[in-house]
């Protein structure tokens, strides 16, 4: 859940938070199921409560909410009677730079517990791999990737390097896998780009 970068067009299908629609998502329990969602396709209140260690009725009521602001709508090809059915409305969501200066407290507020969370998802999800990493070939162990990086930028270079790393990503997605294809499996990559301060040095 990236910012919108400068430069690049966002895609289609993804969508642009605004001040509105940041308060609609910005809920731990709101974006894990949306992140479900996405990643594991349609599924029911129950399942995705099974799935998240939450009740059936906290899942519904997320998801109604959610389906408020256009988050997640219903999936008429699934379902028997009474049984609904959840899908995401679109593949990702971008933030709007502008949220980081609006005067509303509670669109700041929104956008910290945003970010905390994205930030805490990216960490289970390492720590999923972490646990789970012997259960998977070789072929899978050897290129999984953990590097780490420091470089010196202005803030317009990291701009850059964000919007170019961004379109390589995404030059990859015309490579995708059918389904059942042998070896292939769902890569998540995390970016995380942020400054930081250098220690002051005593004198020798």
Do not use: C
């Not at 910012?3 to 895609?11: G, K, L, Q, S």
């Not at 202005?154 to 490579?175: C, F, K, N, Q």
């Amino acid at each position: 859940m990236p910012e919108t970068p400068d430069v690049p067009d966002v895609p289609e299908d993804v969508r642009t938070l605004d001040p509105r629609s940041l308060r609609g998502l910005a809920h731990p329990l709101r974006m894990r199921l949306l992140v479900n969602l996405r990643h594991h396709g349609p599924a029911t209140a129950s399942q995705l409560a099974e799935r998240l260690g939450e009740s059936s009725g906290a899942t519904s009521y997320h998801l109604r909410q959610l389906a408020e602001h256009g988050f997640v709508s219903d999936d008429p090809e699934r379902g028997k009677g009474r049984e609904r059915w959840w899908k995401a409305a679109d593949k990702g969501v971008m933030l709007d730079n502008a949220l980081h200066h609006d005067p509303n407290p509670e669109v700041r507020g929104a956008l910290n517990t945003f970010i905390h969370e994205v930030a805490s998802m990216h960490g289970q999800e390492l720590s999923t791999w972490l646990g789970t990493m012997h259960d998977w070939p070789e072929t899978w162990t050897t290129k999984a990737d953990f590097s780490d990086f420091t470089l010196r930028l202005t803030p317009e270079l990291l701009a850059e390097l964000d919007g170019r790393v961004h379109d390589l990503i995404d030059s990859y997605r015309g490579l995708a896998m059918p389904e059942g294809e042998q070896d292939v499996a769902q890569v998540r990559i995390h970016l995380h780009a942020f400054p930081q301060r250098k220690l002051d040095t005593p004198d020798a």
